[in-house]
T-cell receptor
């Protein structure tokens, strides 16, 4: 299994600012995933982050709004840029595939934008 | 985009009763997984069932999969107040990258 940590666990931000969320995994993984969960909703995949290449974004998500870094095989960041109240959500990173069939999730970052 | 639908959206039962949640999906899958989420926290993996499996058990959990109907069910037997949570099914897209597609979830409340 994988143990995943995220920082920060929660934050309250002003509109127009940006927040960078960190995700750390306790083992090397090729692919990491970033999800958004809006209040009362299910999870929606934002992007897949592969080490050494550009992240692949899902429909409705763009790099300018959600830039992602993947500097090594155990770490990734997601930035929520130029935030608005509509960005208030829980953001979760996960790993899966390859040696794991199961997908493992971090504890999430709860973001509130005022 | 989300893969499927879950029903019911909300379920309220008494402690000791069984809870059944259903999930439907749209595309071919390699496996289907069920997760639990307490109060907007991280997701806890409950059980994985592969496309060539029809039923799987884990403790008080029983999962079935019907690939002809593209549906799955999660049964929690002898429910406890601690089972109160949201339950999500998720399928692998089967196309690339092992990213998971989540259903809308069922909010289960178990009353003591």
């Amino acid at each position: 299994s994988a143990v995943i940590s995220q920082k920060p666990s929660r934050d309250i931000c002003q509109r127009g600012t940006s927040l960078t969320i960190q995700c750390q995994v306790d083992s090397q993984v090729t692919m990491m995933f970033w999800y958004r969960q809006q209040p009362g909703q299910s999870l929606t995949l934002i992007a897949t982050a592969n080490q050494g290449s550009e992240a692949t974004y899902e429909s409705g998500f763009v790099i300018d709004k959600f830039p992602i870094s993947r500097p090594n095989l155990t770490f990734s960041t997601l930035t929520v840029s130029n935030m608005s109240p509509e960005d208030s959500s829980i953001y979760l990173c996960s790993v899966g595939g390859g040696k794991w069939e199961t997908q493992y999730f971090g504890p999430g970052t709860r973001l509130l934008v005022l | 985009s989300q893969q499927g639908e879950e029903d019911p959206q909300a379920l309220s039962i008494q402690e000791g009763e069984n809870a059944t949640m259903n999930c439907s999906y749209k595309t071919s899958i390699n496996n289907l997984q069920w997760y639990r989420q307490n109060s907007g926290r991280g997701l806890v993996h409950l059980i994985l069932i592969r496309s060539n499996e029809r039923e799987k058990h884990s403790g008080r959990l029983r999962v079935t999969l019907d690939t002809s109907k593209k549906s799955s069910s999660l049964l929690i037997t002898a429910s406890r107040a601690a089972d109160t949570a949201s339950y999500f099914c998720a399928t692998d897209a089967g196309v690339r990258n092992n990213d998971m597609r989540f259903g809308a979830g069922t909010r289960l409340t178990v009353k003591p």
